[in-house]
């Protein structure tokens, strides 16, 4: 705005001659206001449209500076002689009067010898309607996206033919695209023409973006109408029968009441309140009111109370089907146009269907993220308990360990990205330790008891979870994704998934390759699976089991922690983090079968799809979805106890 | 019972016990005796002793039979719940019968139902009555439904699990699967227990709005007293004799079992609904006592914890289930209550409300490592002396 | 001779390999037989099928007059037919008195609710004293199962075998472990057991088989290589060269 009032100022200036008369010929622009002197000067709200036409059909280059400045009340009147003027610095004293037609200076005035015209609200609106067809044009591409979402907020029809003005000359393609999108949505809005409009509409199919589902959803908006015939000049939607699930018998007899068309229905209620307005010394007409304990003394009370013309009839149940069966009752489209609402019609239904095939590509992606972040919690898990056979229940734990780790290095450096990438091998690092001191203190004394295990564990998991609380308090503590990993990538306007989301899939599938090269093609895994399945040939092999225990459940611990950094990043920092996810982990591992990596990843993912797609039938219950998702591993343990990826024969007896 | 009391010798000894805890608590009671017993405390006594009926109940599967169940308050909570509903159902008639007496009107029994439903669901924008509730009217088929919700659950989630043969860590983890699912199901609002709201004022006894909690509160702890003296001659009733060789039999060696023709998923079934039975009934009597029941306690940390205090009281023996559920349970009251002294370490003080846990839970490690038969042991380990073998 | 046991054409297959292959198998009423074979012939899975506890891929086991199927039965209401199974490993209750261990094997209702409510009667008593002298374990009634040697414990399981009144007993290698003189007793428990009913002894020990004198089957690759007296097998050349490698 600024740059174009400098713009016009300059090129004023350019022109200006020195001395300007007040009647001189070259001065348009005056001219035009004094024959509406009073209106510019008074403006109001209905009448300044008059003088803005007169400007508009004027066609002269100085009007969209004009109206710039009149609507930021920069316009002023000198007093001596009702000429129009800008001021050129509204604090100095006098004031220096500048020409509204040339811009050059035409002497000074006092405060007090000029009027600022402050247009209202009312006359700024009006102005800035008329402004938008002068910012359509405009060189300025931001003024020009300005002025049509301007139109967007407040659409009217006469703002048509300015947008296909617009159009023909508009260059950017996306604004263009932005252009043609809002004359075809205005077009089905105000379309004189009904082919025009049904072409629009149809023009309109497959595009699902939620302007579009916008325009199209109020012209299938209808009202229920009720006749004792089907009008014929009506655009019908429906009819409906009474008594159908679409409308219920009492809903039809209340819009028939409504419409003045049948006497009222008196409800139990309202049989209640005639009654008590009755009561009279403990009786309503002689009937002694502590009888009236059941519906059935109530009903014989009310109708003493009509005989003795105290209360209306009621409509007995036939009077009601009689009323009824003597309407017809529609739903009427609000839009008149029948072959309008059909082509709306189609073509949401089109929409419709192709929305709900990009909402399974969204919860595909949704599924997709939650199994990864299952697979990220419990590939820990399919090592220490897969692999191992130890029952960690202090797993959680390790994955709340590398979260808080995340969130430390982060109150220490201040950059989000560096501190994630200290955070990373950090986390590994301390949890590597805790498991490897936790597997030499505890759970090497219990290798042949794992029942006693879990418990072992489980008193860690409860130590670890209070001492935690002692440190950093109950609360939840800030770990900040960077931005870089903040917003999301959305494909259109139903399909998106976030960054993090996109980073703990990656994540996932680092880990996954990274875990079966080591399992399967370094000295180390060929050690690890030696041991689990002979402990006693493994050593006499030269191979060192503790050594080996020792390492592989660092290594599971290890990973719970660079689990935890990527959950700290969208979960909540709290004590608790890690006990949400152990009973999940668990079952991932269980439901795809121990002792192998693919089963964890076919648990996750089986697990993962499944919650999301219970969320889809029931999209507000998260918590059902659990539910269903517990019950159905549950249920799936029943026929395949060995989960999805199970060994067979002997080697699963070991 | 003679031929019990020759084969378990702890059953005489407990009974005493409990005979003399009766007596005792009665004679310091505010209601019959001196006072010096408040009404909280006599409260939490009562709960602790329901409490030991689920560890013992606890002990029968995990430790004589060797099902580590983790699920198994979610039994207890059932139980609760559905004696939570009639206490609920009949307390809120009362007071909403009470107060529709003062209309214009008598109410007719449609307003009496809906303004009792407002007035209980209310809380979760309920206003009429779930499926669930048929019977909450009447007290006999609530507690008949205390015995046979908990068994039925018991019943069919065992039979699936035995069925397929799902055994040691894995049938951990399914219990503990259960009690999760479940207690996130009761979290929702519109299942119909009134979600995380759960019931309360389950302390008020409809009809006996006139007697005073220092009463009522004695009256549980005698009823715990006498169901946890049942429980444990029925405990001990089932696990001496054959049926009590063939348990332990499964526990140790479920094949050789199976091969001298038992059926094990019978007996593991049999043992774990029995478990689950005796849960309920616990839970039944415990949460009129504790005055509120909600979803968290169906938590599966709940469930981990009794396994915690039967390993520290010693599986595998009765009384070591109820030593340990009533050692630990009345020393965590004791800590996280605030009354242990804090420890002034000149540096840092030890705050016992904070720091039982952490406590508790090296504790408990230190328990499975050293003295992987509990608390018990040390029983067993002092009648031994006495004995020739 | 009426026959007790008749598998015919089984197989099994764990993860391609093939455990089991056509196995053809049959043992009479009261018949004492040795199968013997090289490690992975297959021998203890033909027990897990005889046994229930393995499911073959095809082929059929039928089981005493009527013909049986054992096929769609469990392990337990196999074991309730008369087929008692000797692991390798000796396994008793350890943790129950050898009495009681005699007790929860005598034949009786196997039912819950039964054994719940069961109170053993003087002829029980009786008859676990019977077996525990013919097991020679008279004195150590009292006595907690794991504390008995590994030989008394291998007995005592031949005993809790006894007790359940199979009409077909397994015995998966009765004699590892055991002294010299221990092994005699063996043998002649299993002799006399095979009096009255079919026992299948399986075993390694040569000179054991031999002492136990009766007709021996030779699986080899899960299927029956040969058949016959100890001495008929051992001369055949096949046998030979499974046992001393080619």
């Given at each position: 705005m600024t740059r174009l009032i400098l713009a016009a100022l300059a090129a004023l200036s350019f022109l200006a001659s020195p001395v300007a008369s007040q009647d001189a010929p070259d001065a348009p622009l005056q001219t035009i206001l004094q024959t509406h002197h009073d209106l510019v000067e008074s403006a109001s709200r209905r009448t300044v449209q008059t003088v803005l036409d007169d400007l508009i059909a004027s066609g002269l280059p100085e009007v969209p500076a004009f109206l710039e400045r009149w609507q930021a009340r920069e316009l002023y009147m000198r007093q001596s002689d009702g000429r129009f003027v800008y001021v050129q610095d509204e604090d100095a004293d006098p004031l220096v009067l500048i020409d509204i037609d040339s811009g050059a200076e035409i002497g000074t005035a006092g405060s007090r010898e000029v009027d600022q015209l402050r247009a209202n609200r009312g006359v700024q609106t009006v102005i800035g309607a008329a402004l938008v067809q002068f910012q359509l044009l405009s060189p300025d591409i931001a003024t020009r996206a300005t002025a049509l979402e301007a139109i967007d907020r407040a659409p009217e029809p006469d703002q048509m033919p300015l947008i296909a003005t617009m159009l023909e000359a508009e260059t950017d393609p996306d604004l263009r695209a932005d252009a043609e999108s809002l004359l075809l949505r205005m077009t089905i809005a105000f379309g004189e023409d009904e082919a025009e409009r049904v072409a629009a509409i149809e023009s309109l199919a497959g595009r699902i973006d939620v302007q579009t589902r916008a325009a199209l959803n109020p012209l299938l908006a209808t009202r229920t109408g009720v006749a004792s015939q089907l009008p014929e000049d009506a655009n019908i939607a429906a009819v409906l029968e009474p008594g159908s699930d679409a409308l219920p018998r009492l809903e039809a007899y209340d819009i028939l009441v409504e419409e003045g068309l049948a006497p009222a229905f008196v409800s139990a209620d309202d049989r209640r309140e005639t009654l008590i307005a009755n009561i009279e010394d403990g009786q309503i007409v002689g009937i002694q009111?502590?009888?009236?304990?059941?519906e059935e003394a109530r009903i014989a009370a009310y109708a003493a109370l009509v005989e003795a013309g105290l209360a209306p009839v009621s409509p007995t149940d036939e009077e009601v089907d009689a009323a009824l069966a003597a309407h017809v009752f529609y739903e009427e489209y609000r839009e008149a146009s029948a072959a309008v609402t059909s082509a709306a019609e189609e073509t949401v239904s089109a929409i419709n269907t192709r929305v709900s095939i990009l909402e399974m590509v969204d919860l595909s992606l949704d599924g997709i993220s939650l199994a990864s972040i299952y697979f990220l919690a419990a590939i820990g898990l399919a090592i220490t308990f897969g692999v191992m056979g130890v029952i960690n229940m202090a797993h959680g734990e390790f994955i709340m360990m590398g979260a808080y780790t995340g969130y430390v290095v982060q109150t220490i450096v201040p950059d989000y990205t560096v501190s994630i990438v200290i955070a990373l091998p950090l986390a590994f690092a301390i949890t590597f330790g805790a498991g490897v001191a936790m597997e030499r203190t505890v759970i090497r004394w219990l290798y042949s008891r794992p029942l006693e295990t879990l418990l072992a564990t489980f008193g860690i998991s409860i130590a670890l979870q209070q001492i935690t609380r002692q440190i950093f308090g109950a609360q939840a503590r800030p770990f900040t994704a960077p931005d870089w990993l903040a917003g999301s990538l959305s494909f259109n306007d139903v399909v998106a998934i976030s960054y993090i989301r996109i980073a703990i899939f990656v994540l996932g599938v680092l880990f996954f390759c990274l875990l079966w090269l080591i399992l399967n093609k370094t000295r180390l895994g060929l050690e690890v699976r030696a041991v689990t399945q002979n402990p006693s040939m493994a050593s006499s092999m030269g191979i060192n089991p503790d050594k080996i225990n020792m390492l592989t459940f660092g290594l599971g611990s290890g990973i719970a922690g660079i689990a935890g950094v990527a959950i700290g990043l969208f979960a909540?920092?709290?004590?608790?983090l890690g006990a949400n996810y152990i009973v999940q982990s668990f079952m991932t591992v269980v439901v795809g079968g121990v002792g192998n990596i693919f089963g964890t990843l076919a648990g996750a993912t089986m697990i993962g799809f499944f919650q999301k797609g219970v969320e889809w039938l029931n999209p507000s219950n998260t918590l059902a979805a659990q539910t269903y998702m517990i019950l159905f591993v549950i249920l799936f343990i029943q026929f395949r106890p060995k989960g999805i990826v199970a060994l067979k024969g002997r080697a699963a007896e070991m | 019972m003679g031929n019990l009391i020759k084969t378990n010798r702890s059953v005489p000894i407990v009974l005493a016990l409990l005979a003399g805890f009766a007596l005792l608590v009665t004679v310091l009671s505010e209601a019959y005796g001196s006072g010096g017993l408040s009404v909280s405390l006599t409260k939490t006594l009562g709960m602790t002793v329901c409490l030991c009926i689920i560890a013992l109940s606890m002990d029968m599967v995990w430790?004589?039979?060797?099902?580590?169940?983790?699920?198994?308050f979610a039994f207890f909570a059932l139980g609760g719940y559905m004696i939570g509903m009639w206490l609920m159902y009949a307390r809120t008639e009362d007071v909403i019968a009470a107060s529709l007496a003062q209309g214009q009107l008598p109410a007719t029994p449609a307003e009496l139902n809906d303004a009792i439903a407002v007035q209980i669901f209310g809380v979760v924008g309920g206003d009429s009555f779930p499926w669930m509730w048929a019977f909450s009217h009447s007290l006999v088929a609530q507690l008949a439904l205390v015995v046979l919700v908990p068994g039925i659950l018991a019943f069919v989630f065992g039979w699936l699990a035995f069925r397929s043969r799902v055994t040691g860590v894995y049938l951990s983890i399914l219990t503990q699967a259960m009690t999760l699912a479940l207690s996130l199901y009761l979290f929702q609002n519109d299942t119909g227990l009134r979600g995380n709201n759960g019931l309360s004022g389950l302390q008020n006894i409809p009809g006996a709005e006139a007697i005073p909690q220092s009463q009522i509160s004695i009256w549980f702890l005698w009823a715990s007293i006498a169901a946890l003296a049942l429980a444990y001659v029925f405990a001990a009733w089932v696990m001496s004799g054959k049926f009590g060789n063939v348990i332990r039999g499964i526990r140790d060696d479920e094949a050789r079992v199976r091969f001298l023709g038992y059926s094990v998923e019978g007996y593991k079934l049999f043992v774990f609904v029995v478990s689950a039975i005796m849960a309920g009934v616990a839970g039944a009597l415990y949460y009129p006592q504790a005055g509120i029941i909600n979803p968290d306690e169906l938590a599966p940390i709940a469930s981990i914890y009794l396994a915690v205090w039967v390993a520290i009281g010693g599986r595998g023996r009765l009384y070591g289930a109820v030593i340990g559920a009533a050692v630990v349970s009345l020393l965590s009251t004791w800590f996280t209550g605030g009354r242990a002294p804090d420890i002034n370490l000149g540096f840092y003080t030890i705050q016992w409300v904070d720091w039982w846990t952490v406590l508790l839970g090296l504790g408990f490690v230190l328990v499975t490592l050293?003295?992987?038969?509990?608390?018990g042991g040390l029983v067993d380990l002092m009648t031994r002396k006495g004995e020739a073998k | 001779m009426s026959t007790l046991l008749e598998v015919s054409g089984v197989s099994v297959t764990f993860d391609g390999f093939r455990?089991?292959?056509?196995l053809s198998f049959q043992i009479g009423a009261a018949e004492l037989r040795a199968v013997i074979g090289p490690n992975g012939a297959g021998k203890t899975t033909f027990m897990d099928i005889v046994t229930g506890k393995t499911r073959p891929d095809e082929g059929r086991v039928l089981w005493g007059e009527k013909s049986v199927s054992l096929l769609g039965l469990n392990e337990a209401q196999i074991a309730r037919e008369g087929v008692g199974r000797k692991f390798q490993r000796p396994t008793v209750f350890e943790d129950q008195t050898v009495a009681d261990n005699l007790m929860v094997a005598l034949k009786k209702d196997r039912g819950p609710l039964a054994v719940l409510l069961f109170r053993p009667t003087p002829e029980d008593h009786t008859r676990v004293e019977e077996l525990a002298s013919e097991i020679g374990l008279s004195d150590h009634l009292q006595t907690q199962a794991g504390i008995l040697s590994h030989g008394q414990k291998q007995w005592l399981e031949i005993g809790m075998l006894l007790a359940q009144e199979p009409r077909l007993l397994l015995v998966d290698?009765?004699?590892?472990?055991?002294?010299g003189p221990e092994r005699d007793h063996t043998t002649e428990l299993l002799k006399e057991a095979a009096k009255t009913r079919a026992v299948v002894v399986v075993e390694h020990d040569m000179d054991f088989v031999r002492k136990l004198n009766c007709k021996v089957t030779v699986l080899h690759e899960g299927s029956v290589l040969a058949e016959g007296s100890l001495d008929h097998v051992t001369s055949n050349q096949e046998v030979i060269d499974v046992y001393l490698g080619r």
């Open positions: 009111v502590h009888s009236l304990d059941n909540q920092v709290t004590p608790e | 430790g004589y039979s060797g099902i580590l169940s983790l699920g198994h050293f003295a992987p038969k509990g608390l | 455990a089991i292959n056509n290698e009765p004699a590892a472990g055991m002294t």
